[in-house]
C-alpha cells in the first residue's frame, strides 16, 4: 500500500535522528588517515643526518602534472649533503599542480622523497604554493648531524643504498 | 476607537511582526539542525554556542552580498515581486488567537490582532496572493527558467488551494463559524472530551491540509517551482542579495504560518491544560503546538523525493479533492449528529 510505504519511509528518517552522528568535528579531531594515504611529499634522511635526495631528477621527470623542480650541484667530501656524487641544491613542488598520485614516489632510487600524512596544504598566494627543500626534507634523525657535513673521503661514494622490499 | 484600542493594536502588529521576522531566521536554523540529526550530522554548531548565531551570519553574509538585476528585467516588477510573496506572508497570522483575554495592569486585553467573523476566508485569499509574487517573480526576471517556475507554481496553486479550501470547510462546518477565536472555543467548548473528540475526527482533514500546506510553501515534495535539477532554482533564479533573502523569508515564515494554523484548527489551537486558570500559557501551548508541525514539515522534506510534475496535477486532483470532498461528508455527518 503506498501510505505504508510512505509511513515506512517517515520512521526510517525519524529513527535515523537517535543515532550518533558521524561528523568529525575537523579543525579540533582529526580523522587519522589511512596506511597507504597519499599527502604533503617529505624529503628524508639517512640516520647520520644526510639526505637521501642525489638530485637525480627522476621524480621530476615521472611528474605527469611537472609539478616538481630538481636542481643539482656537486658533494664533496668537505662539504656532503648526500651519499654519492650529487645533491639537490634546489627542490621545489608546486602544491597547485601537484596531484598526490605518488609517481615521484615510484621513480625515486634512493626512496627520498616519499608522501606523507599532512592534507592540510592551504595558502593565500600562489608563491605560498611552491614548497621548497627546507620546507618538504625531515628534521635531522637524533644522533644525525645537520648538512652540509665534513666526512672523511672515501666513505660515501655510493649514492644508492642497499635497498630491501617495501613492507606494506 | 479609543487611544488605548489603537496602542493596543499597535503593540499587537508589531509583536507579530517581530516574532515572525525573528521566527523565520530560527526556523531556518531549526531545520538545519533537524535536516542535519536526520542525516546523522550534526548540523551548524560555529556561530556561537551551538550555532545559535548562525541565522545572524547567514543574514549579514546576505546583506553584503550584490543586488543584481538581468539587463532585460522588468525592473519595477522584480523589486515589486519579493515583496508582493512576503507581506502576505508577514500578515497572514493577523487572525490566528494566541490565547485567551488576559489581564495587564487592569487593562482586558485578547491575545489576538483581529477577530474576523470570515478569518478563514482571509487565510485562504491571504495565503494564495504570494502565488502572484512567485508569477510576477518568474516573468519579470527574463529567464526561462525563472518562467517555468512561475508557471508552475500556477498551476500548482490552483490543484492545491481547492484540497486547501476543502479541508477549512469541514473545520467550518463543524464549529459553525469562521472566525478562528471562536474555532478554539468551540474546540474547548466540552473542556479535554471535547478537544479530543474535536482532533479524532478530522484525521484525514488535518492530513489533508498538511499535503496543501506543503504545497502552498512550496516545501518538497512540492516544491515544483524551484526544482533545481530541472529549473536551476525556479522562480528565484535570478534574485541575489536581499531580494532573495525576502523569498528565502517568504517561504519560512509561510511554513510558521501554516503551522499555526494547522494547530489552531486541528490540534486545538492555545488550548492545553490549566488555560482557564493561567491564560498566559496560552502563547506557550501555541507555540510548542507550532514547533511540532514546523518538525513534520521538516521531517516531510528530509524523507520524500520530489513529485514529478504530472503526478503532483493527478494526486491533486484525483485524491487530494476526492478525499476532501469525503472529509467534508464525514464533518457534516457528525454536525448533524450533533444536532448542529
Given at each position: 500500500m503506498f501510505i505504508v510505504q510512505l509511513a515506512r519511509g517517515l520512521?526510517?528518517?525519524?529513527?535515523?535522528?537517535?543515532?550518533?552522528?558521524?561528523?568529525?568535528?575537523?579543525?579540533?579531531?582529526?580523522?587519522?588517515?589511512r596506511p597507504r594515504f597519499k599527502g604533503r611529499h617529505n624529503l628524508h634522511r639517512y640516520d647520520n643526518g644526510l639526505e637521501k635526495c642525489i638530485g637525480c631528477s627522476l621524480c621530476a621527470a615521472a611528474c605527469p602534472s611537472d609539478a616538481i623542480f630538481v636542481e643539482s650541484a656537486e658533494n664533496t667530501d668537505e662539504v656532503r649533503y648526500?651519499?654519492?656524487?650529487?645533491?639537490?641544491?634546489?627542490?621545489?613542488?608546486?602544491?597547485?599542480?601537484?596531484?598526490?598520485?605518488?609517481?615521484?614516489?615510484?621513480?625515486?632510487?634512493?626512496?627520498?622523497?616519499?608522501?606523507?600524512?599532512?592534507?592540510?596544504?592551504s595558502f593565500y598566494d600562489r608563491r605560498q604554493a611552491i614548497y621548497t627543500k627546507e620546507m618538504l626534507i625531515v628534521p635531522v634523525p637524533p644522533g644525525g648531524k645537520p648538512t652540509p657535513q665534513k666526512v672523511e673521503p672515501g666513505k660515501f661514494n655510493r649514492s644508492i643504498p642497499v635497498m630491501e622490499n617495501p613492507k606494506d | 476607537m479609543s487611544v488605548e484600542q489603537i496602542v493596543e493594536?499597535?503593540?499587537?502588529?508589531?509583536?507579530?511582526?517581530?516574532?515572525?521576522?525573528?521566527?523565520?531566521?530560527?526556523?531556518?536554523?531549526?531545520?538545519?539542525?533537524?535536516?542535519?540529526?536526520?542525516?546523522?550530522?550534526?548540523?551548524?554548531?560555529?556561530?556561537?554556542p551551538w550555532g545559535i548565531l548562525q541565522p545572524v551570519a547567514d543574514g549579514v553574509k546576505l546583506i553584503f552580498k550584490e543586488e543584481f538585476t538581468p539587463k532585460n528585467a522588468d525592473k519595477v516588477l522584480f523589486v515589486l515581486a519579493p515583496i508582493i510573496t512576503v507581506l502576505p506572508a508577514l500578515i497572514i497570522t493577523a487572525v490566528v488567537p494566541w490565547g485567551p483575554t488576559v489581564n495587564v495592569f487592569g487593562y482586558q486585553v485578547p491575545l489576538y490582532l483581529a477577530n474576523v467573523n470570515i478569518a478563514i476566508l482571509y487565510l485562504g485569499a491571504v495565503a494564495s496572493i504570494s502565488v502572484y509574487g512567485i508569477v510576477l517573480a518568474g516573468w519579470s526576471s527574463n529567464n526561462k527558467y525563472a518562467m517555468m517556475g512561475g508557471i508552475r507554481s500556477t498551476a500548482q496553486m490552483i490543484s492545491y488551494e481547492l484540497a486547501l479550501g476543502l479541508s477549512f470547510v469541514s473545520v467550518t462546518l463543524?464549529?459553525?463559524?469562521?472566525?478562528?477565536?471562536?474555532?478554539?472555543?468551540?474546540?474547548?467548548?466540552?473542556?479535554?472530551?471535547?478537544?479530543?473528540i474535536w482532533n479524532l475526527s478530522q484525521p484525514l482533514g488535518f492530513i489533508l491540509f498538511m499535503v496543501a500546506a506543503l504545497a502552498e510553501t512550496n516545501r518538497a515534495p512540492f516544491d515544483l517551482p524551484e526544482a533545481e535539477h530541472e529549473l536551476t532554482a525556479g522562480y528565484h533564479t535570478e534574485y541575489s542579495g536581499m531580494k532573495f533573502a525576502m523569498f528565502y523569508m517568504a517561504e519560512y515564515i509561510k511554513i510558521i504560518a501554516m503551522s499555526m494554523i494547522a494547530s489552531t484548527?486541528?490540534?486545538?489551537?492555545?488550548?492545553g491544560p490549566f488555560i482557564n486558570q493561567v491564560p498566559w500559557l496560552g502563547p506557550i501551548y501555541l507555540f510548542i503546538k507550532t514547533v511540532i508541525v514546523i518538525f513534520i514539515f521538516i521531517w516531510v522534506r528530509a524523507t520524500f523525493p520530489r513529485f514529478r510534475y504530472d503526478q503532483l496535477m493527478s494526486f491533486g486532483w484525483k485524491i487530494l479533492l476526492p478525499l476532501g470532498f469525503l472529509n467534508m461528508l464525514i464533518a457534516g455527518v457528525i454536525t448533524v449528529l450533533r444536532g448542529g
Open positions: 520512521w526510517v528518517v525519524l529513527s535515523n535522528m537517535f543515532e550518533k552522528p558521524v561528523t568529525y568535528q575537523y579543525p579540533e579531531k582529526k580523522r587519522p588517515v648526500s651519499p654519492g656524487e650529487r645533491y639537490a641544491s634546489t627542490y621545489e613542488i608546486n602544491m597547485l599542480r601537484c596531484i598526490f598520485c605518488g609517481y615521484c614516489e615510484d621513480a625515486c632510487p634512493t626512496e627520498a622523497i616519499v608522501l606523507g600524512d599532512n592534507y592540510e596544504l | 493594536y499597535l503593540i499587537k502588529s508589531v509583536l507579530i511582526l517581530a516574532v515572525m521576522t525573528a521566527g523565520f531566521a530560527y526556523v531556518t536554523y531549526y531545520e538545519r539542525k533537524v535536516l542535519a540529526r536526520m542525516q546523522t550530522r550534526i548540523g551548524p554548531n560555529r556561530a556561537g463543524l464549529a459553525g463559524s469562521m472566525s478562528l477565536v471562536d474555532i478554539v472555543k468551540v474546540q474547548g467548548a466540552d473542556g479535554f472530551v471535547g478537544w479530543l484548527l486541528f490540534l486545538g489551537g492555545y488550548l
